[in-house]
């Protein structure tokens, strides 16, 4: 019995030419298919999806509209519907998300039909009001007061997501951080839980919040008493390396709003991160720009410097960040005032 040994398949020069062009042309569709699926280019496929009878459709179309920004803008008659009249309180809380990063005078639209509906005797209305609100993050600063109130509804679930929705937006800073403080009194351990969940991963620490904390670490409900030790054991805003981190952080894109919240929050104490947010003052993404300037105006007197930029934005096309704007130059001109006369007063 003969054996014979297999030889290898050799390819003619032509068959090489023919697999190399259709691997060429499979990249290709590749790179197309991609082209079409990302950034403005997607928006209409996006909004097609908005309308699909599965929620998570919805809700995955809407994050990704998010993403795109500003060039977005034809979705935003749909996201408005989703995020008003859904009935999946997921979906409303993504296309809120994604109105924030498209258009602040739509996602403000969405904040004021909410707000009312922190007041309806229906509890469920309640919680979804909070939650939607919370999405917006510091967007909705308007919304504080009514959330504010919200923190004492007689449902748990309401004081919870009221207190998660403050934390979110997180400005002004000082009422926000008095009702995180009194929510870690609360009767609810899941309330109690929340509030200090927030210090541990959202809100800045301040040495009332060390010496409320503190207690915690020996609270009989172990998930508090860890929750206590993470927060206890995060930077401080007096940390001179934690204001460098965020200093950074605002020059790259991909971390560059939460930077900008992370300052807004830390007011005065931010002051030696202001030549870094200033230039986003002329950042091309309004939400950008409306958080510069909210970080700017939190830091008083240290952002003397930044009066004049900020009085060149004055005009800006949005008009939620010209209110931005005017609220942040009142303000370093207030925290201004007293030095200037207690200066004029050490004068002979």
Not at 265 to 275: C, R, V, Y
Request: charged share 20%; net charge negative; hydrophobic share 45%.
């Amino acid at each position: 019995m003969t054996g014979s040994a297999s030889s290898p398949t050799i390819l003619a020069p032509r068959e090489i030419k023919l697999h190399l062009l259709g691997l060429v042309l499979f990249v290709g569709l590749l790179g197309l298919w991609y082209w079409l699926s990302t950034g403005a280019r997607a928006v209409p496929t996006l909004i097609e999806m908005l309308q699909d009878d599965d929620p998570s459709t919805r809700i995955v179309a809407a994050e990704q509209l998010g993403q795109v920004g500003p060039a977005a803008r034809a979705a935003i008659p749909r996201l408005l519907a989703q995020a008003t009249e859904d009935g999946n309180q997921h979906a409303n809380t993504t296309a809120a998300a994604a109105l924030k990063s498209i258009d602040l005078t739509s996602a403000r639209q969405v904040m004021t039909h909410f707000m009312p509906r922190l007041q309806d005797q229906d509890a469920q209305q309640r919680r979804t009001a909070c939650a939607v609100l919370g999405s917006l993050g510091p967007v909705a600063k308007p919304a504080v007061p009514a959330l504010l109130a919200a923190g004492h509804d007689p449902d748990e679930l309401v004081r919870r997501n009221a207190l998660m929705a403050l934390a979110s937006i997180g400005i002004p800073s000082p009422p926000i951080v008095a009702a995180l403080l009194e929510g870690l009194r609360d009767s609810s351990s899941l309330v109690r839980q929340t509030a200090v969940t927030q210090f541990a991963f959202t809100v800045p620490l301040t040495q009332p919040v060390v010496t409320a904390v503190t207690p915690l670490l020996n609270d009989p409900n172990r998930s508090i008493a860890t929750l206590a030790r993470s927060a206890l054991d995060k930077a401080r805003p007096d940390d001179a390396t934690q204001l460098e981190s965020l200093g950074l952080m605002v020059q790259h894109s991909a971390a560059r709003d939460y930077a900008l919240h992370q300052l807004a929050q830390l007011g005065p104490a931010a002051g030696d991160a202001l030549l870094p947010v200033l230039p986003l003052l002329q950042d091309d993404r309004p939400l950008i720009r409306y958080l510069a300037a909210e970080a700017i105006g939190a830091m008083g007197v240290s952002a003397t410097q930044a009066l004049q930029p900020l009085r060149l934005r004055r005009e800006d096309p949005d008009p939620v960040v010209r209110e931005a704007v005017a609220e942040a130059i009142a303000g370093i001109e207030a925290a201004m005032a007293p030095a200037e006369s207690s200066g004029k007063a050490a004068r002979p």
